[in-house]
C-alpha cells in the first residue's frame, strides 16, 4: 500500500485564543478561515488545522488510493480506528500513541 503525506496537519491546542494569536501575529500563518473553535491556517504550502480542546494531540494526515486495504493493512500492523468519517476517510491511533488520519478521493 502506498501513503502520500498530504499537506494537512491538525492540532490541538487548550488556550485557543492566545494560540491563535500566536500562530498568525508571530509565526506569520495566513488564516484561510476561523471559528469559535476551530482556524485553518495556511504556510508554506502547508495547512494546519488547529482546534480547541482540552488535550494537545497532533495528527498528520496521508493520503491512499484505496482506504479499505489501507484500513485492513493497518489494523493488521495494530492500529486502531478511532472515527470513520465515510468510506474514504478515516482517523486511526498507532500502537505507539500517534493519531492520523487516512483518506482517498
Not at 485557543?16 to 476561523?34: P, R, W
Not at 479499505?68 to 492500529?79: D, I, Q, T, V, Y
Request: glycine residues 6%.
Amino acid at each position: 500500500m502506498k501513503y502520500e503525506f498530504s499537506p494537512h496537519i491538525a492540532f490541538q491546542v487548550k488556550d485557543y485564543k492566545n494560540a491563535k494569536e500566536f500562530y498568525e501575529k508571530t509565526l506569520g500563518m495566513e488564516v484561510i478561515s476561523t471559528s469559535d473553535t476551530e482556524t485553518h491556517f495556511k504556510k508554506g504550502g502547508m495547512n494546519f488545522y488547529m482546534e480547541a480542546a482540552d488535550t494537545g494531540l497532533t495528527f498528520f494526515e496521508f493520503k491512499t488510493e484505496d482506504v479499505k486495504s489501507a484500513r485492513e493493512e493497518l489494523e493488521k500492523a495494530g492500529c486502531k480506528v478511532t472515527q470513520e468519517y465515510s468510506g474514504k476517510s478515516i482517523m486511526l491511533a498507532d500502537p505507539f500513541g500517534m493519531k492520523f488520519h487516512v483518506w482517498s478521493e
